[in-house]
């Protein structure tokens, strides 16, 4: 198996143009993840799962696929894909920014990445005060 390459959460991109720091970025991994698993079915979207069958990993579906709701809330888009999490996660995560990475391993039962011996994992680390002011009011609960 090939190694996949990733980047720390230190190293990724993590403002938006006009310097509000992004709550979700991805690595060249995972971007050309996305991409491969968009060239099969079209447009995806990400859901970071709360548990249950497979733990708290990012799940990728088609859109469409997943019923996005009022107890969600977007966190923002990576390589083109819309990235969720639920309400009731937000309100412990909001503090933290999400790296989205991949792994040697087998994706989440239901995620379009399972079979491909690789799967997208999620890396993290607080904001900072001055990242925690700027985003004061964004994404309220």
């Known amino acids: 198996m090939t190694a996949v390459s990733t980047n720390d959460a230190t190293t990724a991109e993590q403002t ?3 310097g509000t720091p992004l709550r979700v970025t991805a690595t060249p991994a995972a971007l050309a993840l ?6 099969e079915y079209g447009p995806v979207m990400f859901h970071q799962s ?3 069958c497979d733990g708290s990993s990012p799940m990728c579906y088609p859109v469409g696929d ?3 709701s009022d107890g969600d809330v977007h966190l923002g888009t990576v390589g083109g ?5 639920s309400r009731s996660q937000f309100a412990v995560w909001k503090h933290t920014h999400i790296l989205l990475d991949v792994v040697p391993g087998r ?7 399972n079979g491909r011996e690789k799967r997208f994992h999620i890396r ?3 904001f ?3 990242e925690n002011r700027a985003l004061e009011g964004a994404c309220k609960l």
């Open 128 to 130: 900072t005060e001055a």
């Open 124 to 126: 993290s680390r607080l």
């Open 34 to 39: 996305i991409d491969e698993l968009r060239s």
């Open 50 to 52: 709360g548990g249950c």
């Open 81 to 85: 894909a819309d990235f969720y999490i």
């Open 107 to 113: 994706g989440g039962m239901f995620s379009l990445e």
């Open 66 to 68: 997943f019923i996005i």
């Open 16 to 18: 938006g143009a006009d």
